[in-house]
């Protein structure tokens, strides 16, 4: 049994964004321009409050306030509202189970939110598989054992749209036909390590989860290179909706990554210009014309203790020695399945 690390959400839309948002769209973010829609917060506790109460109007509010600064051409915003409420209605009704059975109620409610969380920037048709609305269900939705069925329809309505398209556009023509039967499995393996792992993204908001997938997908492939939490989510993720510091606090109280020690990966990430800064701000005398690799040798043994310090308060994390190998099998995993996420999106959703 999995319990959230937040609160429940604050039953207004404004109240939820709580002021972070931009000075003319309070749910956008501020670091981002307006016309681009990044929400500036996690919005999927709301979203999930919201949908299990079966609300369209709240969803159609939240559609309307991400894209008011950039709703399109030519409709008054009485239109825009009336279709993003058409919108949200179709996603609250649509039935999820005609291609993902076995769920549980938690599996569709999430599924539900994600549609929403990507409608403010997708259609839901054969082009959505040209970007990385796949690599983000994949991450949101990894925890839950989903079934694909009738995946023939599936196909076969994926291969007549790329062979269509490619008539006419030579980018679609690159694109080899799927065979029968060929869409990977969604739910993940049944293995301990994996199992464990999954359990604790499960407590995760679903912005901070796809934050959570990012990270471990990076530190999995590549151990020797530390890195912040900030540093390790993708832009993809935080379109849809992220508070960095507040998700990377949330992680860290999971278990998953811990504080790095690793002091030669991180040095590794400096630039030579970097470790030259640093060991002239440290009192320690370099020459320009050293490299790279003598400069982090003489930072590290001059400077080792400071270097702790930085890489401590820098935020650098490591994954948790106990997850390691739940952490290679949730990469395998996530790898595996945006195939079928993809085709799913385009032809499997019924809100399109």
Same mark, same amino acid.
């Given at each position: 049994?999995?319990?959230?690390?937040?609160?429940?959400?604050?039953?207004?839309?404004?109240?939820?964004?709580?002021?972070?948002?931009?000075?003319?769209?309070?749910?956008?973010?501020?670091?981002?321009?307006?016309?681009?829609?990044?929400?500036?917060?996690?919005?999927?506790?709301?979203?999930?409050?919201?949908?299990?109460?079966?609300?369209?109007?709240?969803?159609?509010?939240?559609?309307?306030?991400?894209?008011?600064?950039?709703?399109? *051409? $030519?409709?008054? !915003?009485?239109?825009?509202? #009336?279709?993003?409420?058409?919108? +949200? &209605?179709?996603?609250?009704?649509?039935? =999820?189970?005609?291609?993902?059975?076995?769920?549980?109620?938690?599996?569709?409610?999430?599924?539900?939110?994600?549609?929403?969380?990507?409608?403010?920037?997708?259609?839901?048709?054969?082009?959505?598989?040209?970007?990385?609305?796949?690599?983000?269900?994949?991450?949101?939705?990894?925890?839950?054992?989903?079934?694909?069925?009738?995946?023939?329809?599936?196909?076969?309505?994926?291969?007549?749209?790329?062979?269509?398209?490619?008539?006419?556009?030579?980018?679609?023509?690159?694109?080899?036909?799927?065979?029968?039967?060929?869409?990977?499995?969604?739910?993940?393996?049944?293995?301990?390590?994996?199992?464990?792992?999954?359990?604790?993204?499960?407590?995760?908001? *679903? $912005?901070?989860? !796809?934050?959570?997938?990012? #990270?471990?997908?990076?530190?999995? +492939? &590549?151990?020797?290179?530390?890195?912040? =939490?900030?540093?390790?989510?993708?832009?993809?993720?935080?379109?849809?909706?992220?508070?960095?510091?507040?998700?990377?606090?949330?992680?860290?109280?999971?278990?998953?990554?811990?504080?790095?020690?690793?002091?030669?990966?991180?040095?590794?990430?400096?630039?030579?210009?970097?470790?030259?800064?640093?060991?002239?701000?440290?009192?320690?005398?370099?020459?320009?014309?050293?490299?790279?690799?003598?400069?982090?040798?003489?930072?590290?043994?001059?400077?080792?203790?400071?270097?702790?310090?930085?890489?401590?308060?820098?935020?650098?994390?490591?994954?948790?020695?106990?997850?390691?190998?739940?952490?290679?099998?949730?990469?395998?995993?996530?790898?595996?399945?945006?195939?079928?996420?993809?085709?799913?999106?385009?032809?499997?959703?019924?809100?399109?």
């Amino acid at each position: 049994m999995t319990t959230s690390l937040l609160p429940m959400p604050e039953p207004d839309l404004l109240a939820f964004a709580a002021g972070q948002g931009h000075p003319d769209y309070p749910c956008l973010s501020r670091t981002h321009a307006p016309a681009s829609c990044v929400p500036c917060a996690d919005f999927s506790p709301w979203l999930q409050d919201r949908s299990a109460r079966q609300d369209v109007e709240a969803l159609s509010e939240y559609l309307y306030r991400v894209r008011e600064a950039n709703p399109g *051409l $030519g409709e008054s !915003a009485e239109r825009l509202r #009336a279709q993003y409420g058409q919108l +949200a &209605h179709r996603i609250l009704t649509t039935p =999820l189970d005609r291609y993902l059975q076995d769920g549980n109620e938690a599996a569709y409610l999430d599924l539900r939110v994600v549609l929403v969380m990507l409608a403010v920037h997708e259609g839901f048709s054969g082009f959505i598989m040209t970007g990385e609305a796949a690599d983000f269900v994949a991450s949101v939705m990894a925890p839950h054992a989903l079934a694909v069925c009738k995946e023939a329809e599936l196909i076969e309505a994926r291969n007549e749209f790329v062979q269509e398209m490619a008539k006419e556009m030579s980018y679609w023509a690159a694109w080899p036909l799927l065979e029968a039967d060929s869409l990977p499995m969604v739910a993940p393996p049944e293995k301990p390590a994996l199992r464990r792992l999954l359990e604790l993204l499960l407590t995760l908001p *679903l $912005g901070a989860r !796809a934050h959570a997938v990012d #990270a471990i997908r990076h530190l999995s +492939a &590549h151990p020797h290179v530390p890195k912040t =939490l900030a540093s390790l989510s993708r832009y993809d993720t935080r379109k849809r909706g992220l508070d960095v510091t507040v998700s990377s606090r949330l992680i860290l109280a999971t278990g998953i990554v811990v504080p790095a020690t690793d002091l030669d990966g991180w040095v590794g990430t400096w630039t030579r210009r970097d470790l030259l800064g640093f060991l002239t701000q440290s009192g320690v005398g370099a020459r320009n014309s050293w490299g790279k690799e003598r400069l982090a040798e003489v930072a590290k043994t001059e400077c080792a203790e400071l270097l702790q310090l930085r890489m401590h308060h820098a935020g650098v994390v490591e994954l948790a020695a106990e997850h390691v190998e739940g952490a290679h099998l949730l990469r395998e995993h996530v790898e595996a399945t945006r195939e079928c996420w993809r085709v799913w999106l385009a032809f499997g959703t019924g809100v399109g």
